[in-house]
């Protein structure tokens, strides 16, 4: 609060009070740090006697959406002076005039004809200059219209779908205060992830954000410093939103925003502010709005019924209520827009693809904003060690937790696997494959203004770990909303033995734009090539196997191989070749994995009723037999969890070949003994540990990032290879991360050797360095306890992630349910460098 102070010639000093709570509190109880202090910028400004005080702009369009109309109103000193404006478009000036004011008041119309357009996809601006004597004013004008035709809100006549993010002003190191640079940042990040739009959650931004929107194109809700959440918890959410006597700090707040930002286009809707319920207050400021600002639309979400604004809000709707909503023939006809949904807490959000497909179905679906964008994490050096802290961490109690960290963005800035999922779940150019062909395409253009011709097509013939053919097409045309067919013209070719095949198709931008650089890739996406040439072959042989008991260990060798099993535990102890141990611990069955924030609401299910990380497998058979060239060891095994009537009844066949090769079968059966148990599981699974020497990670399958079953768009089938510490992700909370889905083979190698695995049916795979045990017990990634191996997950199914931190569960086709299940695989040890040859190597058995 800015205390009144008198003028005095010479040197004087202006003090700032700062009141760290006051009524205003119970408006601003809002989800995030409450950090007290001066946060925005704080400027003294010397007007001259004659000046301008106010210069609303509005930049609107005539009928046709062809003409710009610019309309100026003006507030000076003094109650009658002279000015002149001028208006320029890339340095051409476009018109010029004088106006005269009465009463401290004038109003100017123009008409800039063939006006180029200010939409998220065009953002062009012009520069407005007003001037009186020696004081000048410049504001940035884009023309544009906003209003709602056939029940959709549209953008100069054209329906829009909004692809957004909520954002707060957050800085690790610097609390609520942001640099100009840090906002330039972020709208850059967004716009080269195909994100249009932005929700200034839940107060508004700092100036110069709504500068960057106006220049490089992003649509806005603005929304008020107001959020009453408290009350909710009192269970009298209206206490002060249905209270008269606060109508004038509701009201003021709208309004001051109104008036703050009411010349930037980027900005299509008012939000009066956040979860704070409905009542009379909202009402005032609703009415208070309209009379400021016509030209664009009213958002509050907690008017459920949409009563007085132009849009029905929802926040976290489950697929099937939305498309209820969606399909509503007697609910109120008003768009819908999601104002928040895929909330982006730790590992996740999953299932933004399903939203998407049903925003882009259903005409009353205008898309959605995720929340959010960045995480909350307070930057700590502390003990040696850097982490980010969250609630809780100060001693603090009551607390929320970890629930501040659920951005896009980590707070290194370091772009989630979250964030490379939506931009290809939202990118504006989808490519299908026709039905029945191999080479032709349909391009779906979900772009609102721009055509194809902005883009080129790249394709490439991969085979699985190289390109041999690839190409351009760059002649598409296809207007806004509309398909276009496309034949990819490779070449046939003679396939290589025992290859996969992919086309693989980028579409990327011509020509460098302000946010990106030439060649900037909107969408990528894969196409398996019924191409196959398969051939079997017979396998090597070696020195015949030696299989010999000792006090309960069979040791089946020669020398290449060396394969350990505990008779009585019904274990795989060890491979080793030629002397090295490559394997430390064979596999056994898991359906636990490391607690994801999606899954917190069923933590105390999963673990202290079903108790899902507390496991064990008995004996129930143990047998062997030599035959020519192998050794077969049959065990079969009881998996249960503690105290529970399910569980598997485990069928393991190893088969120790001669050449060095171990053949793992595994048959599971699924028992019900009575009628409890889980909705469904985190996995299901084996789990085997590796020598720790073997850091090098190489695998077949979907890459280069972590991806599960429901969040999995951004990633392609490919050979990849990375450490085995960089196979993981980060978060500031741990839990289970590093996934890969649809493996064929990989490989753990020390630079010399690799430890190869051929699996028969695609599988899911994580390489760690660390237990779950230690995921879940750790609150900040320094506390992650070293594993004395390399940790080894292979996942006939893992469960999707879905965003039920705050939000939709997984859907049912990426939930695990108790079943049976049979995986196999094959392990061998291979010179380093000879995995991809050895991998295409397929035997007779």
């Given at each position: 609060?800015?205390?009144?102070?008198?003028?005095?010639?010479?040197?004087?000093?202006?003090?700032?009070?700062?009141?760290?709570?006051?009524?205003?509190?119970?408006?601003?109880?809002?989800?995030?740090?409450?950090?007290?202090?001066?946060?925005?910028?704080?400027?003294?400004?010397?007007?001259?006697?004659?000046?301008?005080?106010?210069?609303?702009?509005?930049?609107?369009?005539?009928?046709?959406?062809?003409?710009?109309?610019?309309?100026?109103?003006?507030?000076?000193?003094?109650?009658?002076?002279?000015?002149?404006?001028?208006?320029?478009?890339?340095?051409?000036?476009?018109?010029?005039?004088?106006?005269?004011?009465?009463?401290?008041?004038?109003?100017?119309?123009?008409?800039?004809?063939?006006?180029?357009?200010?939409?998220?996809?065009?953002?062009?601006?012009?520069?407005?200059?007003?001037?009186?004597?020696?004081?000048?004013?410049?504001?940035?004008?884009?023309?544009?219209?906003?209003?709602i035709i056939d029940y959709n809100f549209c953008v100069n006549s054209q329906v829009i779908l909004l692809n957004g993010v909520n954002h707060h002003?957050?800085?690790?190191?610097?609390?609520?205060?942001?640099?100009?640079?840090?906002?330039?940042?972020?709208?850059?990040?967004?716009?080269?992830?195909?994100?249009?739009?932005?929700?200034?959650?839940?107060?508004?931004?700092?100036?110069?954000?709504?500068?960057?929107?106006?220049?490089?194109?992003?649509?806005?809700?603005?929304?008020?410093?107001?959020?009453?959440?408290?009350?909710?918890?009192?269970?009298?959410?209206?206490?002060?939103?249905d209270d008269p006597s606060w109508e004038q700090a509701y009201v003021d707040r709208s309004v001051r925003m109104v008036k703050r930002d009411r010349?930037?286009?980027?900005?299509?809707?008012?939000?009066?502010?956040?979860?704070?319920?409905?009542?009379?207050?909202?009402?005032?400021?609703?009415?208070?709005?309209?009379?400021?600002?016509?030209?664009?639309?009213?958002?509050?979400?907690?008017?459920?019924?949409?009563?007085?604004?132009?849009?029905?809000?929802?926040?976290?709707?489950?697929?099937?209520?939305?498309?209820?909503?969606?399909?509503?023939?007697?609910?109120?006809?008003?768009?819908?827009?999601?104002?928040?949904?895929?909330?982006?807490?730790?590992?996740?959000?999953?299932?933004?693809?399903?939203?998407?497909?049903?925003?882009?179905?259903?005409?009353?679906?205008?898309?959605?904003?995720?929340?959010?964008?960045?995480?909350?994490?307070?930057?700590?050096?502390?003990?040696?060690?850097?982490?980010?802290?969250?609630?809780?961490?100060?001693?603090?109690?009551?607390?929320?937790?970890?629930?501040?960290?659920?951005?896009?963005?980590?707070?290194?800035?370091?772009?989630?696997?979250?964030?490379?999922?939506?931009?290809?779940?939202?990118?504006?150019?989808?490519?299908?494959?026709?039905?029945?062909?191999?080479?032709?395409?349909?391009?779906?253009?979900?772009?609102?203004?721009?055509?194809?011709?902005?883009?080129?097509?790249?394709?490439?013939?991969?085979?699985?770990?190289?390109?041999?053919?690839?190409?351009?097409?760059?002649?598409?045309?296809?207007?806004?909303?509309?398909?276009?067919?496309?034949?990819?013209?490779?070449?046939?070719?003679?396939?290589?033995?025992?290859?996969?095949?992919?086309?693989?198709?980028?579409?990327?931008?011509?020509?460098?734009?302000?946010?990106?650089?030439?060649?900037?890739?909107?969408?990528?996406?894969?196409?398996?090539?019924?191409?196959?040439?398969?051939?079997?072959?017979?396998?090597?042989?070696?020195?015949?196997?030696?299989?010999?008991?000792?006090?309960?260990?069979?040791?089946?060798?020669?020398?290449?191989?060396?394969?350990?099993?505990?008779?009585?535990?019904?274990?795989?102890?060890?491979?080793?070749?030629?002397?090295?141990?490559?394997?430390?611990?064979?596999?056994?069955?898991?359906?636990?994995?490391?607690?994801?924030?999606?899954?917190?609401?069923?933590?105390?299910?999963?673990?202290?009723?079903?108790?899902?990380?507390?496991?064990?497998?008995?004996?129930?058979?143990?047998?062997?037999?030599?035959?020519?060239?192998?050794?077969?060891?049959?065990?079969?095994?009881?998996?249960?969890?503690?105290?529970?009537?399910?569980?598997?009844?485990?069928?393991?066949?190893?088969?120790?070949y001669s050449c060095g090769q171990v053949k793992v079968n595994l048959h599971g059966k699924a028992i019900q003994n009575g009628k409890l148990e889980?909705?469904?599981?985190?996995?299901?699974?084996?789990?085997?540990?590796?020598?720790?020497?073997?850091?090098?990670?190489?695998?077949?399958?979907?890459?280069?990032?972590?991806?599960?079953?429901?969040?999995?768009?951004?990633?392609?089938?490919?050979?990849?290879?990375?450490?085995?510490?960089?196979?993981?992700?980060?978060?500031?909370?741990?839990?289970?991360?590093?996934?890969?889905?649809?493996?064929?083979?990989?490989?753990?190698?020390?630079?010399?050797?690799?430890?190869?695995?051929?699996?028969?049916?695609?599988?899911?795979?994580?390489?760690?360095?660390?237990?779950?045990?230690?995921?879940?017990?750790?609150?900040?990634?320094?506390?992650?306890?070293?594993?004395?191996?390399?940790?080894?997950?292979?996942?006939?199914?893992?469960?999707?992630?879905?965003?039920?931190?705050?939000?939709?569960?997984?859907?049912?086709?990426?939930?695990?349910?108790?079943?049976?299940?049979?995986?196999?695989?094959?392990?061998?040890?291979?010179?380093?460098?000879?995995?991809?040859?050895?991998?295409?190597?397929?035997?007779?058995?």
């Amino acid at each position: 609060m800015l205390q009144p102070f008198c003028r005095k010639e010479g040197e004087n000093d202006i003090t700032v009070r700062v009141y760290k709570w006051s009524d205003g509190s119970y408006l601003e109880d809002q989800d995030m740090w409450w950090l007290s202090g001066i946060y925005r910028d704080v400027e003294l400004i010397n007007e001259p006697k004659n000046s301008i005080i106010d210069c609303s702009v509005i930049g609107d369009l005539d009928n046709y959406y062809k003409n710009g109309i610019l309309k100026v109103d003006i507030t000076t000193k003094q109650k009658s002076c002279e000015g002149t404006w001028k208006l320029m478009r890339a340095g051409k000036e476009m018109a010029r005039g004088v106006f005269q004011t009465e009463a401290c008041k004038a109003h100017l119309e123009e008409i800039v004809l063939n006006a180029d357009l200010w939409t998220a996809e065009t953002p062009n601006l012009y520069e407005l200059t007003v001037s009186i004597g020696c004081h000048e004013v410049k504001v940035r004008v884009g023309f544009r219209r906003i209003e709602i035709i056939d029940y959709n809100f549209c953008v100069n006549s054209q329906v829009i779908l909004l692809n957004g993010v909520n954002h707060h002003d957050f800085n690790p190191k610097e609390g609520r205060c942001v640099s100009y640079e840090q906002s330039m940042e972020d709208i850059l990040l967004m716009k080269q992830c195909n994100i249009n739009a932005v929700r200034c959650s839940h107060y508004p931004a700092n100036e110069h954000f709504y500068d960057l929107c106006d220049e490089y194109g992003l649509y806005v809700i603005d929304e008020a410093d107001l959020e009453c959440h408290g009350f909710e918890w009192v269970e009298r959410f209206d206490w002060i939103t249905d209270d008269p006597s606060w109508e004038q700090a509701y009201v003021d707040r709208s309004v001051r925003m109104v008036k703050r930002d009411r010349n930037h286009p980027s900005i299509i809707m008012w939000s009066m502010g956040n979860e704070s319920s409905f009542g009379c207050n909202f009402k005032s400021a609703a009415k208070a709005i309209k009379e400021l600002d016509s030209t664009r639309l009213l958002h509050y979400e907690g008017d459920d019924e949409a009563e007085v604004t132009d849009v029905y809000s929802t926040m976290y709707t489950r697929l099937k209520r939305l498309k209820e909503i969606a399909e509503s023939e007697t609910q109120s006809k008003k768009p819908h827009v999601m104002c928040e949904y895929g909330h982006a807490m730790g590992n996740g959000p999953g299932g933004l693809k399903a939203y998407q497909d049903m925003y882009r179905k259903y005409k009353r679906l205008q898309g959605g904003f995720i929340w959010e964008w960045y995480d909350h994490g307070i930057y700590t050096e502390e003990g040696g060690e850097t982490y980010y802290r969250y609630g809780g961490n100060y001693g603090d109690f009551p607390t929320n937790g970890n629930f501040c960290i659920d951005g896009l963005l980590m707070p290194d800035r370091t772009p989630s696997p979250g964030l490379l999922e939506y931009k290809q779940v939202i990118a504006p150019i989808e490519v299908t494959r026709i039905e029945g062909t191999e080479r032709e395409f349909q391009l779906k253009n979900y772009y609102d203004f721009l055509t194809l011709e902005q883009f080129y097509m790249k394709w490439a013939v991969q085979a699985e770990d190289k390109i041999i053919q690839e190409g351009c097409i760059d002649h598409m045309m296809a207007p806004p909303h509309e398909t276009e067919k496309v034949i990819v013209p490779f070449i046939p070719f003679q396939p290589e033995v025992n290859t996969d095949y992919y086309l693989n198709i980028t579409v990327c931008r011509k020509k460098a734009t302000n946010y990106a650089e030439a060649g900037h890739e909107i969408s990528k996406v894969q196409f398996p090539l019924s191409i196959c040439y398969n051939i079997l072959e017979e396998r090597p042989q070696g020195k015949a196997l030696n299989a010999s008991e000792s006090e309960g260990i069979l040791t089946v060798e020669n020398d290449v191989v060396t394969a350990r099993f505990h008779k009585v535990f019904g274990n795989l102890l060890s491979v080793s070749a030629e002397g090295k141990e490559y394997l430390s611990e064979g596999p056994e069955m898991t359906v636990y994995r490391a607690t994801i924030d999606n899954d917190m609401y069923k933590k105390e299910d999963w673990m202290n009723k079903y108790y899902i990380q507390k496991s064990s497998e008995q004996t129930e058979y143990f047998r062997y037999e030599a035959a020519q060239d192998k050794v077969i060891v049959s065990i079969g095994k009881y998996f249960s969890c503690y105290n529970q009537s399910w569980g598997f009844e485990c069928d393991f066949e190893y088969t120790v070949y001669s050449c060095g090769q171990v053949k793992v079968n595994l048959h599971g059966k699924a028992i019900q003994n009575g009628k409890l148990e889980p909705a469904f599981l985190p996995r299901i699974g084996i789990i085997m540990k590796g020598n720790k020497e073997l850091q090098h990670a190489v695998w077949y399958g979907r890459g280069p990032g972590e991806n599960y079953a429901d969040s999995k768009e951004a990633s392609i089938m490919g050979v990849y290879s990375s450490s085995v510490d960089e196979m993981g992700t980060n978060y500031v909370f741990p839990q289970e991360n590093g996934h890969r889905e649809e493996v064929r083979w990989f490989g753990i190698g020390d630079g010399d050797k690799t430890l190869l695995c051929k699996a028969e049916i695609p599988l899911g795979l994580n390489l760690a360095n660390y237990t779950d045990d230690s995921l879940e017990n750790a609150k900040h990634p320094f506390q992650i306890q070293r594993a004395e191996d390399v940790i080894i997950h292979m996942d006939y199914v893992q469960s999707g992630l879905g965003s039920n931190s705050c939000g939709e569960e997984q859907q049912e086709e990426f939930k695990v349910k108790l079943q049976d299940f049979t995986m196999a695989f094959m392990l061998q040890v291979v010179p380093c460098g000879e995995e991809v040859k050895e991998a295409k190597r397929h035997y007779l058995d």
